[in-house]
Every structure is written in structure tokens, then in C-alpha cells.
């Protein structure tokens, strides 16, 4: 099956430093979609990004799909950024989604 | 408009008992899964329903696990004689392509 790998697994930042996330897969996918998981578990949709570039506030992404990676940016971080961001890719919109294991983030004020 | 919603919030059971969780996805999405998060495993796919066609079972890990889902939308995970292994959180997730997964808050499960 796909493999889905994130880092760095572990990120402290300083209230409002930039950071850059990335995600790699093993395999096409048609489907590429970033979370945000808070402090309270729940799962935030940031991105749904099977290819190209999105931005929404302070944060965008960019997918290469053929190169099978994707990245998300954060800039000017806050600490209500801090959480677990998560990677997830399926091979097709309507399939099942398989989770990386996350980037640990701590924004520290 | 509301999104996915799970209840109960929070279940404590005792082992070997039933439990049921359920799940209400957003309006008109097609697209229903069941995902579970443990601390070893990470986020694990578990059951996938999509409209009426049969359900995409592979991620269940055991006969003890069974889901339905009543008129194309609420859908409900069973989990018979539960054991400690099955603690974790249980997230429920709909989508409608080409938009992507909408996740609940979940339902935290501890088996005592």
C-alpha cells in the first residue's frame, strides 16, 4: 500500500517564525489533503491538494505529484497553531484516506 | 451548514461488553469512513461505505468490529466483547468528491 511520510516529526518554533512541513508518498495519489489536529484531537481540514498550490491566510501548500511530495507552509506562527499536522493521501477523491504520522508542533509565545 | 457529527463524546466499558458508536455525516456526502487513532498505531482506516454500493471492510482488525449505515446517511460502528486493545479514539469522516474528508470530533473509548 501507500506510504506516507512526514517531517520533521517534531517542531518548536518561536511565536511568529516561518516553518515549512513536508510530506512524502510512495506511490500517485489522487488525493492529498493536510489536518490540523488540536489540542482537543480534533481534525482540522486545511487543505484538500492533490496537485498545484493553495493559500488560505497564513498558510499554503503546494503538491508535486509527480515528484510525490507536498509541503505546507506556515508563516508568521501563533501559538494557537501549535498541534499535530497530518499528511493523508488516497489513490482516487472517494477512497480511504492513509495518514502519515505527523508533525509535532509547538509555537512558543 | 453542520458538519460531522458522533455520539457518545466519551464511553467507558468494561471488557468483554458491546458498544456502539455513532456517526451522523454531513448532508448529501456520499462518502462515509470510520477511522480509528491509538497512541501505537496512529490514524487507521477501518470501514468505507460508499452510497449504495457494499462496504470496503479491509481495515476492520477483527470479526469483533461490524458497521452499518441506514439510508445512506447515519452509520453506526459495533464493537462486540471489547478488550483493552480497542481503547482509543474513533473518528467518523464523510466526503463528497472532488471535495475531501470532513472529520467528527470522535468518540473516546476506554476499555476498563
Known amino acids: 500500500g501507500i506510504q506516507v511520510e512526514q517531517s520533521p516529526p517534531d517542531l518548536i518554533l518561536q511565536e511568529g517564525a516561518n516553518s515549512t512541513l513536508r510530506c512524502n508518498f510512495s506511490?500517485?495519489?489522487?488525493?492529498l489533503q493536510w489536518f490540523h489536529q488540536n489540542p482537543w484531537g480534533q481534525l482540522i481540514n486545511l487543505f484538500y491538494?492533490?496537485?498545484g498550490t493553495k493559500q488560505n491566510g497564513r498558510l499554503s501548500a503546494t503538491t508535486v505529484a509527480t515528484e510525490r511530495y507536498s509541503l505546507l507552509y506556515i508563516s508568521s506562527s501563533q501559538t494557537t497553531d501549535s498541534g499535530v499536522y497530518f499528511c493523508a493521501v488516497g489513490p482516487s477523491g472517494n477512497t480511504p484516506l492513509v495518514f502519515g504520522k505527523g508533525t509535532r508542533l509547538s509555537v512558543i509565545a | 451548514g453542520a458538519g460531522v457529527s458522533q455520539s457518545p463524546s466519551n464511553k467507558v466499558t468494561e471488557k468483554g461488553k458491546d458498544v456502539e458508536l455513532r456517526c451522523d455525516p454531513i448532508?448529501?456526502?456520499?462518502?462515509l469512513y470510520w477511522y480509528r487513532q491509538s497512541l501505537g498505531q496512529g490514524l487507521e482506516f477501518l470501514i468505507y461505505?460508499?452510497?449504495?454500493?457494499?462496504?470496503?471492510k479491509s481495515g476492520l482488525p477483527s470479526d469483533r468490529f461490524s458497521a452499518e449505515r441506514t439510508g445512506g446517511s447515519v452509520s453506526t460502528l459495533t464493537i462486540q466483547r471489547t478488550q483493552q486493545e480497542d481503547s482509543a479514539v474513533y473518528l467518523c469522516?464523510?466526503?463528497?468528491?472532488?471535495?475531501?474528508?470532513?472529520f467528527g470530533p470522535g468518540t473516546r473509548l476506554l476499555v476498563l
Open positions: 491538494i492533490p496537485s
Open positions: 469522516a464523510s466526503s463528497s468528491f472532488p471535495e475531501g474528508q470532513y
Open positions: 461505505f460508499q452510497g449504495n454500493s457494499a462496504p470496503d
Open positions: 506511490d500517485s495519489v489522487n488525493n
Open positions: 448532508s448529501g456526502h456520499t462518502a
